[in-house]
């Protein structure tokens, strides 16, 4: 064992376990290097050589050896037994190592012969799978290609016969479209050689469905629309076909549309009826050609829903077929294979599409500003007549039993709404023209109607009824600008009567008496002025008659029923006159105090918004009576005047208030406002704002 062996062992064991010998080495300045484990032979030669002679060291060293190898001999012969052992269990490794080595040289060879058994067959194998595969591809497109031919000579069968069926050569050409689909069949010189002629007949049968088809949706033919439906489902083509022919109708109609109002299109239509009418601004028609041009715009109008119709029509009847077709070999229902279940049917598709169309026709040539715009404008009665008619017709024609109406009673609405915009058009001119014949009843200063004129103002309104009857729908819109028109009819008769002569005789009469009363009787009292003895007497006397003239004043304008906006200015003009003559005439306003006040302070509250009232200053200068006597103007007709509920005329309430106490007054007040809320309880109609504010400030007297 070197001195590298002795190292290595005494590092992999504690201090505790070393022998004596190591013991002592490792505390000997010359041995314990060489129980460093990275002792270095040359680095401890060159350290030993600076310190020693070699000598020395070698003798040293030597000693060292000898001292290890008695310790060796020690230790073999107190292990010998165990020693003996160890070299028993090598000798049964080796053994056992030697069987494994037998066996895997064995087994090599074993894998080796079965390698050389193998690979040649399953080379053979592979061959011939690519061989079987490849057999299979061939059979297979054998097969279709006989199938193909086949299918070929019996199309060619049905081609050349006398009565050929048209479904049949469409399952034909379906059958071999399939084929086709299944696998390339290009290269095969036997189909290359049909292809031409495949062509040639899909096309011309393909062609005969469309005639077919076109002629069966013309003469609403159920058994040629089923049989050549019949062709387009066998083509594979069922649901495109009938999707395309929806929007062919569509798309025709919006040409169609387009075409009946074009100025142009119209003009050449009038003027190919008769002598030629010229169309120098965008197809308006010359003066001497207005009546045909109108002629030739109503006849393209009725040509435009007559094709409405037709097409509506063609629909309902293809979609009819199509719930009632069943395919011979499936019993599949055609119309279970375009429609899913929620979606609009072919009829409603169609109708939404062709009103849209519709729509925007009729709002391009509004917009256009054309002499279509006008003549529709004022002929729009006859273009509802028109839409009434046709959407009648249709209702009528479609109406079958067991099957829905190609439209429903409630679809007027949308073709209503597609003309809407000549219909407003109408109603705003029927609207100006009876405005315009109330106003020229009130115009120039004119006096109050005459019943003439009453007469010919309702022989007017019969008229624009008269022109939109029997069309109750309207007949109802025009009513409704009646009645505005109506409304402005009282606003004139109002104004009329608060500014005319009978409205005016009233405070002239007033005013005349002030300055007569002035001339006569105050000028006498006291011709040397209002001052002492008689002028002061008199000046007292005038005092209390201009302050009784204001208060009686504020009382009876607050008791006027109704007050219109222009009667509120009629009575605020009328303050403005009064104050001006009492002042002139009797006494100096500004002296008259509470009167006065009452009188100041009435005139913006006629302008008040009935909310801002309680809160409304004006009411510290105003009698609480008279406040609540001016509202009732404000309310609705169920809110009786006091005066009115108990049967007095204004003078008569007049006197009798100055006969009793607010309070009293109060009460019959609160009489009608109770009696007023019962009312609208029974009825079950709100009550009027003014009721809670009349009740708030009445609850102030006390």
């Given at each position: 064992?070197?001195d590298?062996?002795?190292?290595?062992?005494s590092?992999a064991?504690?201090?505790?376990?070393?022998?004596?010998?190591?013991?002592?080495f490792q505390?000997?300045?010359?041995?314990?290097?060489?129980?460093?484990?990275n002792?270095e032979?040359?680095a401890?030669?060159?350290?030993?050589l600076?310190?020693?002679?070699?000598t020395?060291?070698t003798?040293a060293l030597e000693?060292?050896?000898?001292?290890?190898?008695a310790?060796?001999?020690?230790?073999?012969?107190?292990r010998?037994?165990?020693?003996?052992s160890q070299?028993?269990s090598?000798r049964d490794?080796?053994n056992?190592?030697?069987?494994?080595?037998?066996?895997v040289a064995?087994?090599?060879?074993?894998?080796a012969r079965v390698r050389a058994e193998?690979a040649?067959?399953?080379?053979?194998?592979?061959?011939?799978?690519?061989?079987l595969?490849?057999?299979?591809e061939?059979?297979?497109?054998?097969r279709?290609?006989?199938?193909?031919l086949?299918?070929?000579?019996?199309?060619r069968?049905?081609?050349?016969s006398?009565?050929p069926?048209?479904?049949k050569?469409?399952?034909?050409?379906?059958?071999i479209?399939?084929?086709?689909?299944?696998?390339?069949?290009s290269?095969?010189?036997?189909?290359?050689a049909?292809?031409?002629?495949l062509?040639?007949v899909?096309?011309d049968?393909r062609s005969?469905?469309?005639?077919?088809?076109?002629?069966?949706?013309n003469?609403?033919?159920?058994?040629?629309?089923g049989?050549?439906l019949?062709v387009?489902?066998?083509l594979?083509?069922l649901?495109?076909?009938v999707?395309?022919?929806?929007?062919k109708?569509?798309?025709?109609l919006?040409?169609h549309?387009a075409?009946?109002?074009?100025?142009?299109k119209?003009?050449?239509?009038s003027?190919?009826?008769?002598?030629?009418?010229?169309?120098?601004?965008?197809?308006?028609?010359?003066?001497?050609?207005?009546?045909?041009w109108?002629?030739?715009?109503w006849?393209?109008?009725?040509?435009?829903?007559?094709?409405?119709?037709?097409?509506?029509?063609?629909?309902?009847h293809?979609q009819?077929?199509?719930?009632?077709k069943?395919?011979p070999?499936?019993h599949?229902?055609f119309?279970?294979?375009?429609?899913v279940?929620?979606?609009?049917?072919?009829?409603?598709k169609?109708?939404?599409e062709?009103?849209?169309?519709?729509?925007?026709?009729?709002?391009n040539?509004?917009?256009?500003?054309?002499?279509?715009?006008?003549a529709?404008?004022?002929?729009?009665?006859?273009?509802?007549?028109?839409l009434?008619s046709?959407?009648?017709?249709l209702?009528?024609?479609?109406?079958?039993?067991?099957i829905?109406?190609?439209v429903?009673?409630?679809?007027l609405?949308q073709?209503?709404?597609?003309?809407?915009?000549?219909?407003?058009?109408?109603l705003?001119?029927?609207?100006?023209r009876?405005?315009?014949s109330?106003?020229?009843?009130?115009?120039?200063?004119?006096?109050?109607?005459?019943?003439?004129d009453a007469?010919k103002?309702?022989?007017?309104?019969?008229?624009?009824l008269?022109?939109v009857l029997p069309?109750?729908?309207?007949?109802a819109?025009?009513?409704?600008?009646?009645?505005?028109t109506?409304?402005?009819?009282?606003?004139?008769?109002e104004?009329?009567?608060?500014?005319g002569?009978?409205a005016?005789?009233y405070?002239e009469?007033l005013?005349?008496?002030?300055a007569?009363f002035?001339?006569?009787f105050?000028?006498?009292?006291?011709?040397?002025?209002?001052?002492?003895?008689?002028?002061?007497?008199?000046?007292?006397?005038?005092?209390?008659?201009a302050?009784?003239?204001?208060?009686?004043?504020?009382?009876?304008?607050?008791?006027?029923?109704?007050?219109?906006?222009?009667?509120?200015?009629?009575?605020?003009?009328d303050?403005?006159?009064?104050e001006?003559?009492?002042?002139?005439?009797?006494?100096?306003?500004?002296?008259l105090?509470?009167q006065?006040?009452?009188l100041?302070?009435?005139r913006?509250?006629?302008f008040?918004?009935?909310a801002q009232?309680?809160s409304?200053?004006?009411?510290?200068?105003?009698?609480i009576?008279?406040?609540?006597?001016?509202?009732?103007?404000?309310g609705?007709?169920?809110?009786v005047?006091?005066?009115?509920?108990?049967?007095?005329?204004p003078?008569q309430?007049s006197l009798?208030?100055d006969?009793?106490?607010?309070?009293?007054?109060?009460?019959?007040v609160k009489?009608?406002l109770?009696?007023?809320?019962?009312?609208?309880?029974?009825?079950?109609?709100e009550?009027?704002?003014?009721?809670?504010i009349m009740?708030?400030?009445?609850?102030t007297?006390s």
């Open positions: 064992m070197d590298h062996a002795i190292a290595t062992e590092s064991h504690g201090p505790e376990q070393l022998c004596p010998v190591l013991k002592q505390q000997d300045r010359h041995y314990s290097a060489f129980l460093n484990p002792f032979a040359t401890y030669s060159s350290t030993v600076s310190q020693s002679t070699a020395a060291s003798q000693e060292g050896i000898h001292a290890l190898e310790e060796l001999r020690e230790e073999v012969v107190a010998h037994s165990e020693l003996l070299v028993g090598l490794t080796e056992t190592l030697g069987i494994v080595r037998s066996g064995s087994l090599k060879e074993t894998v193998i040649e067959p399953y080379r053979q194998i592979q061959t011939r799978t690519r061989q595969a490849a057999l299979n061939t059979v297979d497109l054998l279709r290609v006989i199938r193909m086949k299918l070929i000579a019996k199309l069968e049905q081609q050349n006398k009565t069926d048209l479904s050569a469409a399952k034909i050409i379906s059958d479209d399939m084929l086709q689909l299944e696998g390339d069949l290269g095969v010189d036997v189909l290359e049909e292809a031409g002629w062509a040639a899909g096309k049968v005969k469905a469309e005639a077919q088809l076109k002629q069966g949706m003469t609403l033919s159920q058994a040629e629309v049989s050549v019949q387009y489902y066998n594979g083509e649901k495109p076909t999707h395309m022919l929806v929007a109708y569509v798309q025709q919006g040409t549309m075409d009946c109002l074009n100025p142009a119209i003009s050449a239509v003027a190919a009826g008769g002598a030629a009418v010229g169309t120098p601004r965008g197809g308006a028609p010359q003066a001497g050609g207005a009546q045909r109108q002629q030739a715009l006849q393209q109008l009725g040509s435009c829903m007559e094709a409405m119709h037709s097409a509506v029509v063609a629909i309902w293809l009819r077929v199509l719930a009632k069943r395919d070999i499936t599949v229902c119309i279970d294979t375009l429609l279940p929620g979606q609009p049917t072919l009829t409603e169609l109708w939404n062709v009103v849209e169309v519709l729509q925007n026709a009729l709002v040539s509004y917009n256009g500003g054309t002499a279509v715009k006008e529709l404008v004022l002929g729009y009665p006859r273009l509802a007549a028109l009434d046709m959407f009648t017709r209702l009528r024609d479609t109406e079958v039993k067991g829905s109406a190609a429903k009673p409630e679809d609405k073709l209503e709404k597609a003309a809407e915009v000549y219909c407003n058009g109408y705003n001119r029927s609207l100006t009876m405005s315009e109330v106003t020229a009843l009130f115009s120039g200063g004119r006096a109050a109607p005459t019943p003439s007469n103002l309702v022989g007017r309104f019969k008229e624009e008269d022109s069309d109750a729908r309207l007949a819109l025009v009513s409704q600008g009646l009645s505005t109506m409304k402005l009819l009282g606003e004139k008769c104004y009329q009567l608060a500014t002569p009978e005016r005789q405070m009469e005013l005349k008496v002030v007569f002035r001339a006569e105050s000028q006498r009292i006291a011709p040397g002025g209002l001052g002492k003895g008689k002028g002061a007497v008199a000046a007292e006397l005038m005092c209390a008659q302050a009784r003239l204001l208060e009686m004043f504020v009382r009876h304008a607050a008791l006027v029923r109704p007050l219109s906006e222009s009667g509120k200015l009629r009575l605020a003009k303050m403005a006159e009064l001006i003559a009492v002042g002139q005439n009797l006494y100096p306003v500004e002296q105090g509470a006065y006040r009452s100041r302070a009435f913006p509250l006629l008040l918004d009935t009232v309680p409304s200053p004006l009411l510290h200068e105003l009698p009576s008279v406040v609540m006597h001016h509202l009732y103007t404000r609705p007709k169920e809110l005047s006091p005066h009115m509920r108990a049967g007095l005329s003078a309430y009798w208030l006969q009793h106490t607010p309070e009293e007054v109060w009460k019959g009489g009608t109770d009696s007023y809320a019962q009312i609208m309880k029974t009825v079950g109609k009550i009027a704002p003014v009721h809670p009740l708030t400030l009445g609850s007297i």
